[in-house]
């Protein structure tokens, strides 16, 4: 069992940055696949990006590739969504999901741990 805390979110205006994060209690996170998600306004939940067991393992949708980054803080047991060059169409409640199987999806129902999300709100 692990339970996901996620922060971070904000108002920013377009071309700013912000950094999510994702804190995890209850089981060492670094054991864990970790997928970030987002959902706009009468849209469907989609992929961001994802970090696996490894350091080096990392996947990212092509809507974010290149402005986004993933990382993480074992010692934290944190995972972080470093967000560049922020868009108004990246508005949206993003979420950090675990899951136990190896390697990276991008299929929400994979995913068994999920956060409350944090809103990101970008102005024009």
């Known amino acids: 069992q692990v339970q996901l805390v996620e922060s971070g979110g904000g108002l920013v205006q377009a071309g700013g940055s912000l950094r999510l994060s994702c804190v995890a209690s209850g089981r060492t996170f670094s054991s864990y696949v970790m997928g970030w998600f987002r959902q706009a306004p009468g849209k469907e939940r989609e992929f961001v990006a994802g970090t696996g067991r490894s350091a080096g393992s990392t996947y990212y949708s092509d809507s974010v590739k290149g402005r986004f980054t993933v990382s993480r803080d074992n010692a934290k047991n944190t995972r972080y969504l470093d967000m560049n060059s922020l868009k108004p169409e990246d508005t949206a409640v993003y979420y950090c999901?675990?899951?136990?199987?190896?390697?990276?999806?991008?299929?929400?129902?994979?995913?068994?741990?999920w956060g409350q999300g944090t809103q990101v709100t970008v102005s024009s």
């Open positions: 999901a675990a899951k136990t199987s190896a390697g990276i999806t991008d299929r929400q129902n994979d995913y068994t741990y």
